[in-house]
Nanobody
Framework: QLQASGGGLVQAGGSLRLSCAAS????????MAWFRQAPGKERDFVSALSWDGRRTRLADSVKGRFTISRGNAENTVYLQMNSLKPEDTAVYYC????????????????WGQGTQVTVSS
């Protein structure tokens, strides 16, 4: 089970940190990812972290602004979002899959419930 939190309302240029806590088993061998979905749009890949923590991937639209990391407890992943823009407004979902990460949401069997991020201009 994945639980996403940390969303909220922030002004453009501000920061938020999203958290994704996994429970119900060990996620040591799982890659974690964040996706987002804006109203009326498809779900988009945002960022991913490999199961061993050695590799990360960021969507071009968030490079230089967002950072993904794993907490000291292997079952927690963070998405630090800086220099937020109105176009970052979306529901953010965390996801997990065993093995290597992927940018396709369909390849993730485990999903959190989503957390709303709203960036005002």
């Amino acid at each position: 089970q994945l639980q996403a939190s940390g969303g909220g309302l922030v002004q453009a240029g501000g920061s938020l940190r999203l958290s994704c806590a996994a429970s119900g088993g060990t996620f040591a061998w799982y890659s974690m990812a964040w996706f987002r979905q804006a109203p009326g749009k498809e779900r988009d890949f945002v960022s991913a972290l490999s199961w061993d923590g050695r590799r990360t991937r960021l969507a071009d639209s968030v490079k230089g602004r967002f950072t993904i990391s794993r907490g000291n407890a292997e079952n927690t992943v963070y998405l630090q979002m800086n220099s937020l823009k109105p176009e970052d407004t979306a529901v953010y979902y965390c996801a997990a899959r065993e093995g290597q990460y992927d940018t396709a949401g369909a390849r993730y069997p485990y999903w959190g419930q989503g957390t709303q991020v709203t960036v005002s201009s």
